[in-house]
């Protein structure tokens, strides 16, 4: 059994068998005492598990469960904006995005494709930068200042094509304008054969949980097919509470 699968077995037992101690886990999994002190020891280390002084058994925290609930948050999500995204995809003919933001940049988490021969394949699980992505923008506009600050000053604002905005005072000012329209647009910012627009999905309480982007080639997102196309996007679930709907 290799290293991580034995980690794993030992969160799972507590998980699902509740607490133990060292020797009740090392005869359960088959495994050295020496290599479930180093388990726990790491799990303790990352959150994931604790000591009981009074007994001295470990017990799985609250950390395991806040995981799981953000996982059947998201996948929640993507069953609820699927029909609207591909209610997008045919209105628009062009490839529609959902994604979240995380640790500073936009993760792609599910895709409806272009019916167009020529077509725009981001792929999901892939992460790019979020200063210059319409998707990310959405994002850095929803973020606390001090959050957004944070931000700025970790974040090398390097120029990807000829169009990305690398200054963080024009930044701040287009995320100003961003938040006060709803929308954002990537203009050939991470790509210069890309162009977007993409708006926020909000949870129950108003907040900014992920975005969808309505993305294609640069040679047919032309400034008035992107207004078009904003519409859509400010009139369905994009710029509302999908939970809600």
Do not use: W
Not at 137 to 160: G, I, M, W
């Amino acid at each position: 059994m290799k290293s991580a699968h034995k980690l794993f077995s030992v969160l799972e037992n507590l998980c699902m068998e509740g607490d133990a101690g060292v020797t009740e886990l090392s005869l359960k999994l088959d495994l050295g005492k020496s290599a479930i002190h180093r388990f726990l020891s790491l799990l303790s280390e990352l959150g994931y598990v604790r000591k009981n002084s009074d007994n001295g058994k470990y017990y799985a925290t609250l950390k395991v469960f806040q995981i799981g609930a953000m996982v059947r948050g998201r996948l929640r999500l993507v069953n609820l904006a699927r029909p609207y995204m591909e209610d997008l995809g045919k209105k628009t003919h062009e490839t529609i995005n959902l994604a979240f933001f995380e640790a500073g940049e936009v993760v792609y988490i599910d895709k409806v494709e272009s019916v167009e021969t020529l077509r725009i394949d981001l792929a999901v699980g892939r992460r790019v930068p979020a200063y210059c992505t319409a998707l990310g923008k959405v994002f850095l506009a929803n973020l606390p200042e001090e959050d957004l600050e944070v931000y700025l000053s970790q974040q090398d604002l390097r120029p990807l094509t000829e169009n990305t905005i690398t200054s963080a005072d024009e930044l701040r000012d287009n995320l100003v304008k961003v938040r006060n329209e709803g929308f954002a647009i990537d203009n050939s910012e991470l790509d210069e054969n890309i162009k977007c627009i993409a708006a926020p999905v909000r949870d129950e309480s108003g907040n900014v949980i992920a975005a969808i982007s309505i993305a294609g080639p640069s040679t047919r997102m032309m400034e008035r097919r992107l207004n078009f196309f904003k519409k859509f996007l400010l009139s369905g679930g994009a710029g509302l509470n999908l939970f809600g709907m």
